[in-house]
């Protein structure tokens, strides 16, 4: 790449951080970081209604969290500051003048009464919602006037009639809009603010910004910016457009589908690298490889845009779950346990009973079975306690396992592990045992492990009655056992 490789991540402060908008930051920062390029934070907040107080401070801590880390933005400086769009007025006014003494962008002084009844109208007709250009050919005089007089106005962009107007897009190569399609937006607004389209285009020129990376949705404002480009007389940055991200029924990805937030993810106990490496694989992939996992280090040395895809990504939550397993699966003890422990300080049992050697024992189940943090309530409380103490929840009807049945198998059952030397308390050593003595029974192997494992847990859904005998141990099962029998 001859220029420097300067990317940005551009987004509005809504207060939360869409994962979307990570994979967009990511992909900038992957990119940037491949070629030895930089990586911008710049706050886009010209839209004052939509102002949501402490969001960048927010966005900024999250995409910290997440080890997005940029070179420029609000937080770290740089030479291209200030980074945050509603400190960039004055810029933004001198710009809109620039392209008004051009004829490239125009007053327009309609009043809202006129716009809606142009719209009304529109809309009758069913045509597309487009301004009229009523402003564009009025008088120079006229337009003075108003100046003069302080009317309230707008500047609007000049769309050039009848072109194509087309740019190169990394994903999708040549595009083209027919330049009567696009409307002439605002660009300027009356409150001296200038919209998304007039700012974007000044500060990723100025930022020198070498690569527009962002999502699809801004592809049908690209070909405004391209025009823009040309007014000015600037080169036009190469344009990057990733895929859409969808739910698995390939609608759009929503609220209603589930969570769309990092922060949500992150609350519910999914590893920053997992959600890393999991939004990195929305859009991207290697060639010719099956690789699912990755770390940023390896995704930075691979990370290329020929391999951005151009079809929508589907956003699979089984896949994150599983990419999630596989990292807390990696932790080490110590790392593992300070991540579960603000969860678990939530749950009853463990502000009952806080017994951190039963939790260290548990760590092998619970590696084996957490699909993420937030779970490790639900998935070890029948260590810590017994839940129900009923016996209407020992008889199964497909198993054929009624009351007598289960109170001879707990007695059968203590029968064997009283007898088994305490160190004798492993899995495979509990699981030798019990197997033979179902065999001596001429059982099923239900029909004593079902029992067994409800009376320890006094739960329907549990631990393995091996892992349960292994982690409690010997003097705590027989414990649990003897008094299960006393229900009965
Ligand atoms: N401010 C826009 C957003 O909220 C940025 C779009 C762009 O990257 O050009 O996503």
């Known amino acids: 790449m001859d220029k420097q490789v300067r990317t940005r991540f551009a987004p509005s402060p809504t207060g939360f951080l869409h994962v979307g908008g990570l994979r967009t930051a990511l992909y900038a920062y992957l990119f940037a970081r491949h070629h030895n390029g930089k990586m911008i934070l710049r706050i886009e907040d010209t839209d004052q209604e939509r102002l949501v107080e402490g969001a960048t401070t927010h966005l900024q801590e999250v995409l910290s969290t997440m080890n997005i880390d940029y070179d420029e933005g609000p937080d770290k400086g740089g030479e291209y500051g200030p980074y945050i769009q509603s400190e960039r007025l004055e810029i933004y006014q001198k710009y809109a003048k620039e392209l008004i003494e051009k004829d490239e962008a125009y007053y327009c002084f309609c009043t809202k009464d006129r716009l809606d009844e142009m719209r009304e109208s529109q809309k009758k007709r069913k045509v597309a919602p487009m301004y009229d250009k009523h402003c564009r050919t009025l008088p120079k005089e006229d337009c003075e006037k108003a100046l003069a007089a302080s009317t309230p106005h707008v500047i609007r962009q000049a769309i050039p009639t009848d072109k194509t107007i087309s740019f190169k897009d990394a994903v999708r190569g040549h595009v083209e809009f027919d330049s009567n399609t696009l409307d002439d937006h605002v660009l300027m607004k009356a409150d001296g603010f200038p919209t998304y389209h007039l700012a974007v285009v000044v500060d990723d020129h100025l930022m020198e910004i070498s690569h527009i990376i962002r999502g699809e949705e801004w592809l049908p404002s ?32 929503s609220k209603r589908q589930g969570d769309v937030n990092v922060e949500d993810y992150l609350a519910k106990g999914y590893l920053k690298d997992a959600i890393i490496n999991f939004i990195a694989l929305l859009g991207w992939h290697e060639e010719k490889s099956d690789q699912e996992i990755y770390s940023l280090q390896e995704l930075i040395q691979k990370f290329s845009l020929d391999r951005v895809q151009k079809a929508g990504a589907v956003f699979d939550l089984q ?101 088994l030397p305490e160190e004798d308390f492993t899995e495979e050593k509990t699981k030798e045992a019990l197997i033979a003595h179902v065999q001596k029974l001429e059982w099923k192997n239900g029909h004593l492990l079902w029992p067994l494992r409800v009376a320890m847990t006094g739960e329907k859904y549990s631990p393995g009655v091996f892992e349960l005998l292994t982690v409690l141990g010997k003097e705590e099962s027989l414990k649990r056992l003897k008094q299960a029998l006393e229900l009965f």
């Open 319 to 419: 896949k994150f779950e599983w990419i999630n397993c596989h990292y807390i699966k990696q932790l080490p003890d110590e790392e593992l346990i300070e991540k579960i422990l603000p969860h678990l300080e939530k749950e009853d049992f463990w502000q009952k009973n806080p017994d951190k050697t039963l939790l260290k024992n548990t760590l092998t189940d619970l590696r084996a079975r957490l699909k993420t943090l937030s779970d490790v309530g639900e998935a070890i409380k029948s260590y810590f306690q017994v839940t129900s103490h009923d016996t209407s929840i020992y008889p199964h009807e497909k198993m054929k396992i009624d009351l007598p049945l289960a109170k001879k198998a707990i007695e059968e059952g203590l029968k064997v592990l009283e007898e």
């Open 222 to 253: 690209a070909p405004k910016h391209a025009a823009l480009y040309e007014s000015f007389g600037w080169d036009i940055p190469e344009f990057v457009h990733l895929p859409l991200l969808l739910n698995p029924d390939r609608t759009k990805l």
